[in-house]
């Protein structure tokens, strides 16, 4: 059980993943707690040559495509990085009920921190082929429709559907795989 959280494909290659905050708590409602992923993002493909293929960022979890070397490593730091921040950012504002939410849905085992911020694993999926690929951009992108967010995927602020329209959107991602 749970052995798919963390086994990830051949190095080099496409992975879905998706990473959920502890108990679907909605911390990505808050802007400044958004743009620390978008951050650790931007670091990640200017300093760890992780091509970031597809993204949505929802208000508890988001979905990403990425390749690049030493993924699995990557995506640990990128984890460790953006909830440490994050739980620095809540107790600099003092948002004391989400602070006491994340204290209580930590697992137990977790002895040597006061927080959990995310579930543990990111569920990778080696992506293999095209149509697996569009299929997976595809759900990445209808995200925010499905939840009755948004009419149209490129109204989605936290998506890479409007660079996939050609428009801006806030992080670059690599349209070319």
């Known amino acids: 059980m749970g052995r798919d959280r963390y086994r990830f494909g051949e190095d080099g290659f496409p992975h879905f993943m998706t990473s959920t905050s502890v108990a679907w708590l909605p911390v990505f409602c808050n802007p400044s707690f958004a743009e620390v992923i978008f951050d650790s993002w931007r670091f990640l493909q200017r300093m760890r040559q992780i091509k970031i293929i597809a993204f949505v960022l929802m208000e508890n979890h988001l979905h990403w495509i990425a390749s690049g070397p ?11 990085y953006t ?10 504002k003092k948002y004391s009920t989400l602070l006491s939410e994340l204290k209580y849905f930590k697992q137990a085992k977790r002895k040597d921190q006061e927080f959990q911020f995310w579930q543990e694993g990111c569920h990778p999926k080696l992506i293999e082929d095209e149509t697996v690929m569009r ?20 109204h989605w602020r936290y998506s890479s559907a409007r660079c996939y329209a050609r428009k801006t959107g806030l992080l670059e991602v690599c349209t070319d795989w």
């Open 135 to 154: 299929q997976k951009i595809e759900y990445i992108h209808n995200n925010p429709l499905r939840r009755g967010y948004v009419e149209d995927p490129i």
């Open 83 to 92: 909830a440490r921040t994050i739980l620095n950012l809540m107790m600099q």
């Open 70 to 80: 030493k993924l699995a490593q990557r995506v640990k730091e990128f984890k460790s």
